[in-house]
């Protein structure tokens, strides 16, 4: 069985990178910063707030969101010490944050992106966050952004033709339940892992706050707005192997190794691990509602997001034909986009026990 390529962004800073089409993912951190910094006031104890601060991102990706993300945190971090010591945070606490991601990750363009005057010093911390990348007790907040729905490999049986478990999209839709107990199993099994990581490198005491992208109890991702999409992706390639462009058996035997979860399951997965207390699960209303409005767009970010993955095992060429195809498609059905269901965007803060 072939291995998972990782799942990394379109790198750079050029027209169809990451770095130019993560604005929606970035405006979830401006409407949810309110709450965030509510959290960090109420729940994180001034005692660990002393001369060296850390904080760190895992999946950073190359910028800029993750600026964004890390300077919400230290500004509530520099608000909570001066309200409650009446000192000037500047004088007496240095910050470090830690940006992880996959060694693979468009580092360079992240570190030349770092923005200037910033008060922290920097740090690249190269592996999979499903294991430990930290030594014991090395940061104080922890922030995941859009990066809490992957797994780490695609369930066993998945893309394999002969197996009962066989998944014929190219994503888990909902519609089928073997196919979504298989990777509701191994969301489970490497988020608990990646619980298990973050709680050694914590400090006592310390936060994670987790944003992204969840359903609503009962909901189906391939009703909502990124599942049609996702299922345009796999119908773009059907439609490339019909036309002899790529080999059926290599569609066939691709899936993506990610599973979007119900809130109720985030919720079971966070209790059976047990190493964390949920201190808010905030379910955020979007300022673009589902995703952008304009079908090129919506392409575009897509393959911002997909296309280095689908290009590590169909090339880049088909990549390209994918979503010129995929974009077609979001244009002709439009209006089945704007009807989906909602999914949800959410804030989860986690305080380590
Ligand atoms: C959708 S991007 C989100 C980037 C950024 N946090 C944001 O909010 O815009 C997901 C990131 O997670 C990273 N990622 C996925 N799986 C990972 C893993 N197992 N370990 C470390 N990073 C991972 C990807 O490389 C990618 O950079």
């Known amino acids: 069985m072939a291995t998972t390529p990782q799942w990394i962004m379109v790198g750079g800073d050029g027209p169809e990178s990451y770095s130019q089409h993560s604005s929606y993912q970035r405006a979830l951190w401006e409407t949810a910063k309110e709450k965030m910094n509510e959290a960090i006031s109420a729940k994180l104890s001034l005692d660990l707030i002393s001369d060296r601060f850390c904080v760190a991102d895992f999946g950073c990706a190359s910028g800029p969101n993750t600026f964004v993300a890390v300077q919400n945190i230290i500004d509530a971090v520099e608000d909570k010490y001066r309200k409650e010591t009446g000192q000037n945070p500047a004088e007496n606490i240095e910050f470090q944050v830690l940006f992880n991601d996959f060694s693979t990750n468009d580092f ?15 740090a690249g911390v190269p592996g999979s966050f499903f294991g430990r990348v930290l030594p014991k007790h090395s ?11 992957f797994t780490s490999k695609n369930p066993k049986g998945i893309t394999d033709r002969d ?11 909902g519609f089928n339940e073997a196919v979504k107990k298989a990777y509701l199993d191994q969301y489970s099994a490497d988020t608990k892992n990646l619980l298990d990581a973050r709680a050694e490198e914590l400090v006592p005491g310390g936060l994670m706050l987790i944003l992204g992208s969840g359903l609503r109890d009962g909901v189906k991702i391939s009703e909502t707005a990124k599942g049609i999409m996702m299922d345009f992706i ?21 899936s993506t190794p990610l599973y979007v979860a119900e809130e109720g399951e985030l919720r079971q997965i966070i209790k059976e691990n047990g190493k964390f207390t949920i201190e808010a699960f905030e379910d955020i209303i979007h300022p673009n509602e589902e995703l952008p409005s304009d079908p ?10 997909f296309g280095a993955f689908l290009s590590a095992y169909f090339g880049e060429d088909t990549m390209t034909k994918v979503f010129e195809l995929v974009e077609v498609k979001a244009r002709k059905e439009f209006s089945k986009i704007q009807n989906a269901k909602p999914g949800m965007q959410y804030l989860i803060v986690l305080r380590k026990n």
Request: with cysteine; charged share 15%.
């Open 108 to 122: 360079n363009t992240l570190f030349q992106a770092l923005p200037p005057g910033r008060r922290y010093y920097s």
């Open 139 to 149: 940061f104080h907040i922890g922030v995941i952004s859009y990066a809490f729905h």
């Open 163 to 173: 197996s009962p478990l066989w998944n014929k999209d190219v994503h888990c839709t």
């Open 234 to 254: 796999g119908a773009s390639l059907n439609d490339l192997a019909q036309q002899g462009v790529i080999e059926q058996d290599k569609v066939d035997s691709f």
């Open 296 to 305: 090129k767009i919506l392409a575009v970010s897509f393959r911002a997001s």
